[in-house]
């Protein structure tokens, strides 16, 4: 496989916990069993510390975990259990991020999400999906987390997080716990409805967490059978990841054991999941090697010859551009409400129109035009793209230069396409001569 999953253990995340639940352990042998199936590419990261738990716990009921004062979630005062917590969440939060850099990683641990603020059960001690969530809320470029708890039961312990320190506007939590999810077909229309809940809210990165106890024939759970398990698996990377939305996800719930006790039922879902994950980065990965990304080139304050392909044999029947030659010189991503501290986003939108229109005049007469194509949805879409150009030849109506240039604004909700498909399918939507500006290259 060229895609290895990146993934963080350390074996200081298992600990023998005592209790029903075979998650105290269970790190250890998703990872083994991983490793013999070639999917781990293994990295190192150090535990959290007792500081960063504390800023979504109560600090006293985290020192008192520690001293052994109040129980953890598997119902002892155990202190290697505790410990074991520092590395488990530590994992969750260098996977996250991670994600947002690579697209996607994986921590394989529960995220414990029934850990509340100040209390604890169902095995869930410290909430890791809200460490990382707080940790990555603390990253430039990073305003919005979405977290899509796909543990058959409700992420009570997040809600309660989350609630306690007002982040409602900032981590969209879904959870299949809340809902009425009698069989597949409502299971997968909540699913859908959650993910595209958070594409439309324009979530920054998404931490998924992958239930085993969703299965049908859990003890604890669930409805879903091997096949649906891995079509939910797949849909969730297909939809995320094919966007552009980075992904860090763990592994959750899952009480099956066979005639002899194992958990070998739980660790194959598990693996399914780590093979739809790698296999969908993959899928993504060529499919963004194989888009036509050689009609731009590079500014090296100078054009030269393209030596690949042209306009004319990527696009047949469109005829702005066949015969024109273009050189991307910038290229621009911004979210579209950064900065707006005020206003609904149909007031913010209202404005944004307003200042383009007013900009695009005013540019008429300067040495590079502006265009903005319109969106067709209001509010306008989350993202805001800028892409300028020069070409060698001037427009056919200027009156002066022997160059042309032109800066191209657009808004959408995807990002998962490469730069030149974007940036061509604006120019599609414009007419060069009429928006260009000409001016003379040379002219020292």
Not at 55 to 70: I, N, R, T
Not at 237 to 259: H, K, S
Request: net charge negative; aromatic share 10%.
């Amino acid at each position: 496989m060229k895609h290895l999953l990146r993934t963080f253990y350390d074996d200081r995340m298992s600990c023998p916990s005592g209790g029903y639940s075979p998650s105290g352990e269970k790190p250890a042998s998703v990872y083994e069993d991983w490793v013999q199936h070639g999917l781990v590419n293994r990295i190192e990261f150090g535990p959290v510390s007792l500081q960063e738990l504390q800023a979504v716990h109560d600090p006293q009921y985290v020192l008192d975990v520690f001293s052994g004062d109040v129980a953890n979630g598997h119902g002892n005062t155990e202190a290697a259990v505790a410990e074991s917590t520092l590395w488990t969440v530590g994992s969750m939060v260098a996977a996250a991020e991670d994600a947002f850099v690579s697209g996607l990683a994986c921590s394989p641990s529960s995220g414990f999400h029934h850990a509340a603020y100040s209390s604890n059960h169902g095995f869930c001690t410290f909430n890791g999906l809200m460490v990382a969530a707080n940790r990555l809320l603390e990253h430039a470029g990073i305003s919005k987390v979405g977290i899509l708890d796909c543990d058959w039961h409700v992420g009570d312990g997040t809600n309660d997080i989350i609630r306690e320190l007002g982040l409602q506007d900032t981590i969209l939590h879904f959870t299949s716990g809340e809902q009425p999810l009698s069989n597949a077909r409502t299971y997968f229309k909540w699913l859908d409805e959650a993910i595209n809940a958070m594409r439309i809210a324009c979530v920054d990165i998404v931490l998924y967490q992958a239930g085993a106890d969703a299965h049908r024939e859990d003890p604890l759970g669930g409805v879903l059978s091997n096949t649906e398990l891995s079509e939910r698996d797949r849909f969730v990377f297909q939809e995320l990841v094919t966007q552009g939305i980075p992904v860090a996800w763990n592994l959750a719930g899952g009480y099956q054991r066979d005639a002899h006790g194992s958990i070998s039922p739980v660790l194959e879902i598990h693996r399914t999941t780590a093979l739809h994950a790698v296999a969908v980065f993959q899928e993504q990965q060529a499919s963004q090697s194989m888009s036509p990304s050689s009609f731009f080139r590079e500014d090296n304050n100078r054009w030269e010859k393209m030596d690949q392909t042209s306009l004319r044999s990527i696009q047949k029947g469109r005829r702005n551009f066949t015969s024109r030659k273009l050189i991307l010189t910038r290229f621009d991503l911004q979210r579209t409400y950064q900065g707006h501290l005020e206003g609904s986003p149909e007031s913010i939108s209202h404005f944004i129109m307003i200042d383009l229109e007013r900009r695009q005049k005013r540019t008429a007469s300067t040495e590079t035009g502006f265009a903005f194509i319109r969106p067709k949805v209001f509010p306008i879409p989350c993202y805001r793209f800028q892409a300028t150009l020069e070409s060698p030849f001037p427009t056919s109506t200027g009156d002066s230069g022997d160059w042309s240039r032109l800066q191209v604004c657009w808004f959408s909700n995807e990002t998962g396409r490469s730069i030149d498909e974007m940036v061509f399918s604006a120019l599609t939507k414009i007419n060069w001569d009429a928006a260009a500006t000409n001016y003379d290259r040379y002219d020292i």
